[in-house]
C-alpha cells in the first residue's frame, strides 16, 4: 500500500510569484486536507477536498486554493506569494469519517 | 484564538520512565481527539485517538486520558524509549467536521539514556 506522498520537497519562490503543490492520497482514500505549518506552530487547516469538491475551508484568504482529480490526488495553488506564505505545506489523505494520514510535507520558502 | 493548547514546549524523560503530556482545548464543540508525532523532515504519523464517549484509550506503551469538564488530555507513554523523542501534537475536530483538525503547538519530547 502506498502512503501519502508529496512534492516538490523543497521549493524557493520570490515574493508576487505563484506556486502549486502536489499530493497523490494513499490508496482508498477520496478525502485530501491541506495544512500549512509555520516554524514552532502546529499544522493549520487551509481547505479540504472530497470526491473532487472543495468540503470546507479554514481561515485563508482566496490566494490560496486547490483542485481534487478524478484519481483523488491534488494541488494546492498559492498566488501573489508573501513572505508569511513560507512555511511546511502538509497534505493528508482519509476516508471522510476516518483518521488523516499526512504525507511528508513540502518546504516552501519565499525570498 | 489557540483553540488547544500544549503548555510545555518541550520534556525530558529518561528512558524507561513514565512520560506525560498534556492538552487543553477550550472548544466544547469538539468531540474526536487525536495525537500525531512528528520527527524531523516527516510528515506527522498518527498515533492514538479518543472519542468523547470515552475517557480512556490504550494502545501498547501509549494510552490518552480524556478529562471532558476540565477540557484537557493527556498521553502517557509506558516505558519511554529513545525512539519516542520527537514533537508531539495533539488535535481536535468537531461532530460535522471530522476532517478538520485543530492542532496545538506541539510538544517536543527528548527521551534520555
Known amino acids: 500500500e502506498t502512503g501519502v506522498t508529496q512534492s516538490p520537497t523543497h521549493l524557493i519562490k520570490t515574493r508576487g510569484q505563484q506556486v502549486t503543490l502536489r499530493c497523490s492520497s494513499q490508496?482508498?482514500?477520496?478525502?485530501v486536507s491541506w495544512y500549512q505549518q509555520a516554524l514552532g506552530q502546529g499544522p493549520q487547516f487551509i481547505f479540504q477536498?472530497?470526491?473532487?469538491?472543495?468540503?470546507g475551508r479554514g481561515n485563508f484568504p482566496p490566494r490560496f486554493s486547490g483542485l481534487q482529480f478524478p484519481n483523488y490526488s491534488s494541488e494546492l495553488n498559492v498566488n501573489a506569494l508573501e513572505l508569511d506564505d513560507s512555511a511546511l505545506y502538509l497534505c493528508?489523505?482519509?476516508?471522510?469519517?476516518?483518521?488523516?494520514?499526512f504525507g511528508p510535507g513540502t518546504r516552501l520558502t519565499v525570498l | 484564538d489557540q483553540q488547544v493548547k500544549q503548555n510545555s514546549p518541550s520534556l525530558s524523560v529518561q528512558e524507561g520512565r513514565i512520560s506525560i503530556l498534556n492538552c487543553d482545548y477550550t472548544?466544547?464543540?469538539?468531540?474526536?481527539f487525536l495525537w500525531y508525532k512528528k520527527y524531523p523532515a516527516e510528515g506527522p504519523t498518527f498515533l492514538i485517538s479518543?472519542?468523547?464517549?470515552?475517557d480512556k484509550n490504550e494502545d501498547g506503551r501509549f494510552t490518552v486520558f480524556l478529562n471532558k469538564s476540565a477540557k484537557h488530555l493527556s498521553l502517557h507513554i509506558v516505558p519511554s524509549q529513545p525512539g519516542d523523542s520527537a514533537v508531539y501534537f495533539c488535535?481536535?475536530?468537531?461532530?460535522?467536521?471530522?476532517?478538520?483538525?485543530?492542532f496545538g503547538t506541539g510538544t517536543r519530547l527528548q527521551v534520555t539514556l
Open positions: 488535535a481536535a475536530s468537531a461532530a460535522g467536521t471530522a476532517s478538520k483538525l485543530t
Open positions: 493528508a489523505s482519509s476516508t471522510p469519517a476516518d483518521t488523516q494520514y
Open positions: 479518543i472519542s468523547s464517549i470515552k
Open positions: 477536498y472530497y470526491r473532487e469538491e472543495e468540503n
Open positions: 472548544n466544547s464543540m469538539f468531540d474526536y
Open positions: 490508496s482508498g482514500h477520496n478525502t
